[in-house]
């Protein structure tokens, strides 16, 4: 009710609610169509792609380390780059996705790769900053778990997707 509309108030939070199913849809493409791909154009076992996953979830985290800094600058003294830094990251993951569906050798690809789950993990540590800051003290906790029912959304386009997935043969 009363704290939901209070949350409502703050822009910046808006602006992720709206942003977070575009967000998401990026994650599909981690998770359902990437190991699809992978297994098909380079011939990969189920044990291969789980080495390939395994060096991905290592980048992540060592994306994720540096995220903290680096939004700790971007946030000291304009917030507002930060938000430059989130709008990047899937443009560099679209350029993967690019370069990915070009077929280079396979050490290109893995190396490629790692640069696609760096870009998914960069904004998070600072992304949950921005919301603290920008939303009022007594509704923060309420403003912080609102981000949920938005990426449920990326569960309606689901079905969609993998008929689309099915439609073309993957």
């Known amino acids: 009710g009363e704290a939901y509309r209070a949350a409502a108030r703050v822009a910046t939070l808006r602006r992720f609610w709206y942003s977070i199913p575009f967000l998401g849809a990026r994650g599909i493409f981690g998770a359902l169509l990437l190991p699809i791909f992978l297994a098909e154009v380079y011939g990969l076992s189920s044990t291969q792609l789980g080495l390939v996953f395994g060096t991905l979830g290592l980048s992540g985290l060592l994306g994720l380390l540096a995220a903290g800094p ?17 709008g990047f990251a899937p443009v560099v993951q679209a350029l993967v996705i690019v370069v990915i569906s070009l077929r280079p050798p396979l050490p290109v690809a ?11 993990v960069i904004g998070q540590p600072g992304g949950y900053t921005l919301i603290s800051y920008v939303v009022p003290a007594r509704v923060r906790g309420l403003g912080l778990q609102t981000t949920v029912p938005w990426q449920l959304l990326n569960l309606l386009v689901l079905p969609f997707l993998v008929a689309t997935m099915h439609r073309f043969g993957l």
């Open 110 to 120: 893995l190396a490629v790769l790692q640069l696609y789950a760096v870009a998914e």
């Open 70 to 86: 680096i939004g700790t600058y971007l946030l000291r003294d304009r917030p507002g780059r930060f938000m430059t830094v989130l």
